[in-house]
């Protein structure tokens, strides 16, 4: 550090000195800026501590838990400047950096640390398979990468995380974060559900518009109740903690009735128009399906092509997919990217970005494989082979952006009319890789 130190200062054009000098120039009478200054050189030194260090767990974990404090003030109108998709990039491959040298000292017989069924019977199998002087390592660690997927408003990819974490958190004050993260990832994703599939304006249903839906739709308000009421028992549990505590750091945030602001808003679309510069230049669409036995319960999303000089880049939001180069139209290769199956719509998005990771369309959601994990759409297993029938290739298009306007549609929208009308690389690397 003091070798490298008197050329920082003497060049003043790295991103720690430039986070220093933000952070020294950020006017004192207004606390917000001056806390969002020293947030982002928090970032930048666990950055330069990381370059060091790269298997740092207290860095890495850190640096995710600074970008979620960053973004909850932001959100709650704390704070006045929000993290940028960089930061975010950032901290959820520290996050998973952090989980995977948690999942290197399991034994092979050991299964992945995030076990998206959230049954008690999967959720038992995974605190037996993992050692004990792990949970609280391995309960740290998700519950970083649960709080930065809940930053973006990844509700249902959070929940997933933040249930393991849950598992494996010993009965210890220092773990309640992890119960609260959980039980507002659950409040969320019951919301973005509920917003998407009955999007009618607040106040505009009679007392009694529950009578007049569809059976499909009346299917769906009971998932939606149901995640409320695990919503509820995550929360309580977590209030009744508090109450034995003299510091008490989540007093009037349990509230099972109030969602948190951090996860109200779609931030990758809020932060994708506030860092595009401009109107987008492309716009993502989902073509009909196919169906592939070769993918077998998983979904498969073909890389689209673009014409043009300029490198475009696809980038999958979900499960730590990392993106890959988009070929040009008369390139005869187009790869297909394999993605674990999931049950929810919003757990896998897909966004076109450029080489210095700027983003050139929308986030495009993608929904579940048919008949992955009993997702709608399912129709049994395919005869001699013991896959899923139902298609499950997602195949994407790329257009080219010719309305001033474009870019501007709601995060994961579609023209598929709602249930109430029918009745996922580092962002540092250099040459970015699967």
């Keep these: 550090v003091r070798t490298e130190a008197p050329a920082e200062t003497a060049t003043g054009t790295t991103p720690r000195q430039q986070a220093r000098g933000a952070a020294e120039a950020a006017p004192r009478n207004h606390p917000g800026e001056v806390a969002a200054a020293f947030l982002q050189l928090s ?12 298997t740092n767990t207290a860095a890495l974990n850190q640096f995710a838990r600074v970008f979620w404090q960053w973004r909850l003030a932001a959100a709650d109108g704390v704070l006045s400047r929000e993290p ?5 990039r950032e901290a959820e491959w520290n996050a998973r950096r952090a989980v995977s040298i948690v999942e290197a000292k399991l034994d092979r017989t050991s299964p ?13 199998q995974l605190a037996r398979a993992v050692p004990k002087y792990l949970h609280p390592p391995a309960a740290t660690a998700l519950g970083s990468l649960g709080a930065v997927l809940l930053a973006q408003a990844r509700a249902h990819e959070a929940l997933e995380v933040l249930a393991s974490a849950q598992t494996l958190a010993p009965e210890h004050p220092m773990f309640d974060d992890v119960r609260w993260m959980l039980g507002h990832a659950l409040r969320c994703a019951a919301s973005r559900e509920f917003r998407t599939d009955f999007p009618a ?19 769906r308000l009971e998932d939606i109740g149901a995640l409320r009421q695990e919503a509820a028992v995550a ?5 009744e903690r508090q109450r034995t505590r003299e510091g008490r750091p989540f ?50 999303v073909r890389v689209p092509r673009v014409s043009g ?11 730590g997919v990392e993106r890959l180069r988009l070929e040009a139209e008369e390139d005869a290769r187009s790869d297909v990217v394999p993605l674990p199956p999931t049950t929810s719509r919003f757990y896998y998005f897909v966004q076109l970005e450029s080489e210095d990771f700027r983003p050139l369309s929308l986030a495009l959601a993608l929904g579940p494989a048919a008949g992955a994990g009993g997702a709608a759409g399912a129709t049994g297993a395919a005869p001699g082979t013991g896959c899923p029938e139902g298609p499950n290739l997602v195949k994407l298009a790329v257009d080219r952006s010719t309305d001033p306007g474009a870019g501007t549609a709601e995060l994961g929208s579609s023209d598929a009319p709602t249930l109430e009308a029918a009745g996922a690389d580092r962002p540092d690397a250099g040459a970015p890789t699967r």
């Design 43 to 54: 970032l930048h030194e666990y950055q330069e501590a990381l370059k060091r260090d790269p």
């Design 235 to 239: 929360l309580d549990r977590v209030r």
């Design 112 to 124: 992945r640390l995030v076990v998206s069924d959230r049954s008690g019977n999967a959720q038992g």
């Design 201 to 219: 304006p607040r106040g505009s249903r009679g007392p009694r518009w529950r009578e007049t839906i569809t059976p499909a739709a009346a299917a």
């Design 251 to 300: 007093a009037g945030r349990t509230d099972v009735m109030t969602s948190l602001e951090v996860c109200r808003q779609d931030w990758l679309e809020l932060a994708s128009k506030r860092e595009g510069h401009g109107p987008f230049r492309y716009v993502l669409r989902e073509e009909a399906r196919e169906r592939r036995t070769s993918l077998c319960g998983r979904l498969g």
């Design 84 to 88: 940028t998709l960089m930061h975010a």
């Design 309 to 319: 000089q300029e490198a475009v880049y696809l980038r999958v939001w979900g499960g």
